[in-house]
């Protein structure tokens, strides 16, 4: 029996890691710029857009109190007590507008509504007159350039962004674990690979190596019936998750068959969509 220092034990494949951890930076970049962008970049820039889009509203009613020499319009008509029931209604009637306060209004308003801060805080004046809040942003935008309008889908999509790219990272690092735990064991002295489930077998118990999908790092190794514990199963394995496996395997391979049996040249790295499918291969199954 071979000495324990001499029992060999697989490893994470070189090229297969390398490739995961690539994916898996990649996949947390794009999480971490949708979440900047969900909430930061849009939310900013929707708010700027919803305090234009108050002024204009401001102004289109100031020029209606002037049409009507009715100065009363705008402090009368500016406040929204009810923001959500309003933009309600005004949506539903929105083919219908034909007042430029109205439209003007469902602007400023669907534009709170964006970013989540519809709420009659925000559109009551309570805390300021509007004709004092209509001076406040002529000041500021009177000079500035109109920002850019949100539209109803960029939050969402970022969350959307977020969610795969978290999602795909966090199952990636949860494969990279399970594969560097999930172990080979081969004994060189008496040709025994150690299954990950425990069960061992020489190359007295392969009645065929099975090498259709070899050109994607797959082997199925066809198990004699009667072998402990894996008698009659096709155990696949993936070679190009798991260092070192592949040598065992054609070692095996030639001592089962002879020197003649192993015509297959081992693949080389195949592009992404020519891997493996990366299943698991600990548990074997029947043929």
């Known amino acids: 029996m071979a000495s324990e220092q001499a029992i060999q034990t697989s490893t994470v494949g070189t090229k297969w890691a390398r490739r995961m951890i690539i994916f898996s930076v990649l996949l947390l970049g794009l999480g971490i710029w949708a979440t900047w962008d969900a909430f930061w970049v849009y939310p900013k820039r929707g708010a700027a857009f919803a305090e234009w889009a108050e002024w204009q509203y401001l102004v289109v009613l100031d020029d209606e109190s002037r049409a009507m020499a009715d100065p009363g319009i705008l402090t009368r008509n500016a406040p929204v007590s009810d923001p959500q029931a309003e933009l309600a209604r005004l949506r539903r009637e929105r083919n219908g507008l034909d007042r430029r306060s109205e439209v003007a209004r469902y602007e400023w308003l669907n534009a709170l509504a964006l970013i989540g801060q519809l709420t009659p805080e925000r559109t009551s004046f309570a805390d300021i007159a509007p004709r004092q809040r209509l001076a406040e942003l002529t000041s500021k935008w009177q000079s500035s350039k109109q920002p850019a309008p949100l539209k109803g889908y960029d939050i969402p999509s970022q969350y959307l962004m977020m969610l795969v790219g978290y ?18 064991r081969w004994d ?13 077998i020489t190359p007295a118990d392969l009645e065929e190596v099975d090498k259709r999908k070899w050109d994607k790092f797959i082997v199925f190794l066809k198990i004699k019936p009667g072998v402990d514990r894996v008698g009659g199963a096709s155990i696949r394995v993936d070679t190009f998750r798991h260092g ?5 395997i054609l070692e095996m391979e030639r001592e089962a068959f ?11 790295a195949q592009p992404d ?7 698991d291969e600990e548990a074997p199954t029947t043929s």
């Open 244 to 248: 070192r496996v592949e040598d065992w």
């Open 188 to 200: 060189p002295q008496t040709r025994t690979l150690t299954l990950p489930g425990g069960a061992s």
């Open 167 to 184: 999602g795909l990272f966090l199952y990636i690092a949860f494969l990279l674990v399970r594969v560097y735990a999930t172990k080979y």
């Open 273 to 279: 969509d020519q891997q493996s499918d990366h299943t």
């Open 258 to 268: 002879g020197a003649e049996e192993d015509t297959t040249q081992t693949p080389e």
